[in-house]
């Protein structure tokens, strides 16, 4: 039984999302073509997918309804998993020569320097993986064991929180009872759908999770998403490190090390972003703080970090200047919009608020007007939800 449960949990916690971000894996330059990236990607494609189906269920399926977008959304995500496989497979097939390591087939951008690309004049170091010295892999492996004691004590001290007598409980009524935020979590009677709840379906992906895996929506709920979505939010602050730390990649390890150590003693008050992602990591308002605001941070210094590259890089990066692969920051954007709502109503807000300011630094930083369009186009999915918002 738990055996089963734990294939099933790996399957949609980790396989499929990793098939997906094979998708969007085709559209990145190539030094983001890595493990994480890809990690990160198929996860803000998976939310999108949900974000759509999920809430067409709801609103449009009056009994029944988790049921069958439990079957859709199912469906569409093996579709799209094995299509990525596929496209990957493909790819590394019409690529692979003789004695070529098959991991950086997959995942280019993880590949190391070689010696005579990093003292080419031509070569941007900051672009490139590092090779650590000893020095920086223990300080690396400290990293790894402050991860995994968080990981722990978010589990075992798992604190109790007011708010998971709402969120949980719509979980577990969805899986249950088959329905999505139809039935009052306080009051066990129907409801209409609420302005302010409806809309953020994150509680339905926590029972969807739970009703594939069989595992009990609470037990997913406070032991599964931890050792998920924590280190998820480190990947987000590793590939902000990467662009920050510029050319000092050795003392990249050290950054994450101070930012574990923010989230373990950031519990200054209720309401930081430490206390939700440590205390309340299943929470929606949790992932806005901790996986939203973060994403948009680091697209932005990724388009910031692209204007300071030379011409002959930016179109080796982007496979000759290819237009999907120079604006893969603003779709990611985009899906990432798509993402902010189903968290929580104030994703969209928040989230769409940081972009634009971002947007504008950045039009006044480049001078190109074309960022108008694309910073419009970007939050496309905010207006729609703002549009179902105001008609509940």
């Known amino acids: 039984m738990w055996v089963t449960s734990a294939l099933v949990l790996l399957l949609w916690l980790f396989i499929v999302p990793m098939g997906m971000g094979f998708l969007v894996q085709?559209?990145?330059?190539?030094?983001?073509?890595?493990?994480?990236?890809?990690?990160?990607?198929?996860?803000?494609?998976?939310?999108?997918?949900?974000?759509?189906?999920?809430?067409?269920?709801?609103?449009?399926?009056?009994?029944?309804?988790?049921?069958?977008?439990?079957?859709?959304?199912?469906?569409?995500?093996?579709?799209?998993?094995?299509?990525?496989?596929?496209?990957?497979l493909w790819d590394v097939q019409r690529a692979y020569t003789k004695g070529a390591n098959i991991f950086f087939l997959f995942f280019p951008g993880d590949q190391r320097a070689k010696p005579e690309a990093m003292i080419s004049p031509r070569t941007d170091v900051r672009v490139m993986k590092f090779q650590y010295s000893k020095e920086s892999l223990i300080y690396w492996g400290l990293f790894a064991l402050l991860v995994a004691f968080q990981l722990v004590m978010a589990v075992v001290k798992a604190p109790f929180d007011g708010d998971d007598a709402y969120y949980v409980v719509e979980s577990v009524l969805a899986q249950q009872a088959d329905v999505m935020n139809t039935i009052h979590p306080y009051l066990g009677i129907s409801t209409p759908l609420g302005s302010r709840h409806a809309l953020a379906v994150f509680t339905m992906w926590i029972a969807f999770i739970a009703k594939m895996s069989g595992i009990h929506a609470t037990i997913v709920s406070h032991v599964v998403m931890p050792f998920v979505l924590i280190p998820m939010t480190y990947l987000i602050y590793l590939e902000i490190g990467r662009i920050l730390m510029g050319r000092r990649q050795d003392i990249l390890p050290v950054y994450m090390i101070f930012i574990s150590l923010m989230a373990m003693f950031g519990n200054t008050s209720i309401y930081t972003p430490e206390t939700f992602l440590m205390m309340r990591t299943w929470q929606g308002k949790s992932m806005v703080a901790n996986f939203v605001l973060p994403f948009v941070i680091w697209l932005f210094l990724w388009m910031f970090d692209d204007c300071r590259k030379p011409g002959f890089l930016w179109n080796e990066e982007t496979g000759g200047g290819l237009r999907v692969v120079r604006n893969s920051a603003w779709i990611l954007l985009f899906l990432l919009n798509m993402v902010a709502g189903i968290m929580s109503s104030m994703g969209i807000v928040f989230g769409t608020g940081l972009a634009g300011l971002f947007s504008l630094l950045l039009l006044i930083y480049t001078r190109d007007f074309r960022i108008i369009p694309k910073a419009i186009l970007s939050v496309v999915p905010t207006g729609i939800y703002l549009l179902i918002y105001a008609s509940l």
Do not use: D, N
């Open 26 to 88: 085709r559209i990145l330059p190539f030094t983001k073509k890595t493990i994480g990236i890809t990690f990160l990607c198929g996860y803000l494609l998976s939310f999108a997918v949900f974000e759509v189906i999920a809430i067409w269920c709801m609103l449009k399926i009056q009994y029944g309804a988790f049921h069958k977008c439990s079957i859709v959304y199912a469906g569409v995500e093996i579709f799209l998993a094995v299509v990525g496989f596929a496209a990957r």
